[in-house]
């Protein structure tokens, strides 16, 4: 399955993400978690540490490679180069193992499903088509917030797009924005999960406007994920509360699979 997760800035597209694949994972699947977010913090959410292991080099920052496999100088336009280069071997050289899983960091895919004619964005493209078309494990993809990455291409090969909502006007209105354009793009499966809910009313607003057939998970305000994020440590370890209703998401996305 090849799972995107989207939604406004902010509404906890990393830490579901993140729980997701390590539930996952501790449940004996496959992941392939991709950080496409320019800001990414995926891998900190999945447990990583950045002061002691180093940086995570964003695929789309590694001049050499982009050269290599497009013929041309990154930065560089309107020139010659490769428009569907090699790509297949790129997760198993670039991806870094934690527990568990394997991550691998894109940088910014917004213009690679687009049309900006650069170097950098013919590798991310293919790769993007790879990851979506050709892999056989679960693939999650944490997108950057709003909705610009779902412009053509690939989109139709995802199974499922995961919209996050939390409770506000904006959130909501992003959120629904997503879903259209998603649908124009055939998208086939396109689910909100409401995040960081504190109560019924909230819930009941929400799913007044979202309609209550398109919510798959409707997942509690829990503090745990505030001082995780605080803290610098994995949400996996202590958000009990959010990893129940994780659990049940699952159990959808399977039976929609
Ligand atoms: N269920 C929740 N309850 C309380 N806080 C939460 C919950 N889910 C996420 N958060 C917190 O909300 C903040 C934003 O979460 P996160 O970074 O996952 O959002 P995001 O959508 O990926 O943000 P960005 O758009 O910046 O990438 C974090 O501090 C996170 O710990
Ligand atoms: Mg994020």
């Given at each position: 399955?090849?799972?995107?997760?989207?939604?406004?800035?902010?509404?906890?597209?990393?830490?579901?993400?993140?729980?997701?694949?390590?539930?996952?994972?501790?449940?004996?699947?496959?992941?392939?978690?991709?950080?496409?977010?320019?800001?990414?913090?995926?891998?900190?959410?999945?447990?990583?540490?950045?002061?002691?292991?180093?940086?995570?080099?964003?695929?789309?920052?590694?001049?050499?490679?982009?050269?290599?496999?497009?013929?041309?100088?990154?930065?560089?336009?309107?020139?010659?180069?490769?428009?569907?280069?090699?790509?297949?071997?790129?997760?198993?050289?670039?991806?870094?193992?934690?527990?568990?899983?394997?991550?691998?960091?894109?940088?910014?895919?917004?213009?690679?499903?687009?049309?900006?004619?650069?170097?950098?964005?013919?590798?991310?493209?293919?790769?993007?088509?790879?990851?979506?078309?050709?892999?056989?494990?679960?693939?999650?993809?944490?997108?950057?917030?709003?909705?610009?990455?779902?412009?053509?291409?690939?989109?139709?090969?995802?199974?499922?797009?995961?919209?996050?909502?939390?409770?506000?006007?904006?959130?909501?209105?992003?959120?629904?924005?997503?879903?259209?354009?998603?649908?124009?793009?055939?998208?086939?499966?396109?689910?909100?999960?409401?995040?960081?809910?504190?109560?019924?009313?909230?819930?009941?607003?929400?799913?007044?406007?979202?309609?209550?057939?398109?919510?798959?998970?409707?997942?509690?305000?829990?503090?745990?994920?505030?001082?995780?994020?605080?803290?610098?440590?994995?949400?996996?370890?202590?958000c009990q509360g959010m990893l129940d209703?994780?659990?049940?998401?699952?159990?959808?996305?399977?039976?929609?699979?």
């Amino acid at each position: 399955m090849k799972i995107a997760i989207s939604g406004k800035g902010g509404v906890g597209k990393t830490t579901l993400c993140a729980l997701l694949a390590m539930e996952m994972v501790r449940q004996g699947r496959k992941v392939l978690a991709i950080d496409a977010d320019p800001n990414g913090s995926l891998a900190g959410a999945l447990g990583y540490k950045e002061s002691e292991s180093g940086r995570i080099e964003p695929l789309i920052e590694k001049k050499a490679l982009v050269e290599e496999r497009t013929g041309a100088k990154p930065g560089s336009m309107g020139g010659y180069f490769v428009l569907n280069p090699k790509v297949d071997d790129l997760v198993h050289r670039f991806s870094v193992e934690i527990n568990g899983l394997r991550l691998m960091v894109t940088g910014e895919l917004k213009e690679a499903l687009g049309g900006c004619y650069c170097p950098e964005n013919a590798l991310l493209r293919s790769f993007l088509r790879h990851l979506i078309v050709e892999r056989d494990e679960w693939v999650l993809l944490d997108m950057e917030a709003g909705f610009e990455h779902l412009t053509r291409g690939t989109a139709e090969s995802v199974s499922v797009l995961l919209v996050v909502v939390e409770p506000g006007q904006r959130a909501i209105t992003t959120a629904k924005k997503i879903s259209s354009l998603a649908r124009q793009l055939h998208i086939k499966r396109i689910g909100y999960v409401f995040n960081k809910v504190h109560d019924d009313e909230q819930k009941r607003i929400m799913t007044d406007v979202l309609g209550a057939e398109n919510v798959w998970a409707v997942i509690p305000f829990d503090m745990h994920a505030v001082h995780s994020d605080l803290s610098g440590t994995s949400p996996f370890d202590s958000c009990q509360g959010m990893l129940d209703t994780v659990r049940t998401l699952i159990d959808t996305l399977e039976a929609k699979a």
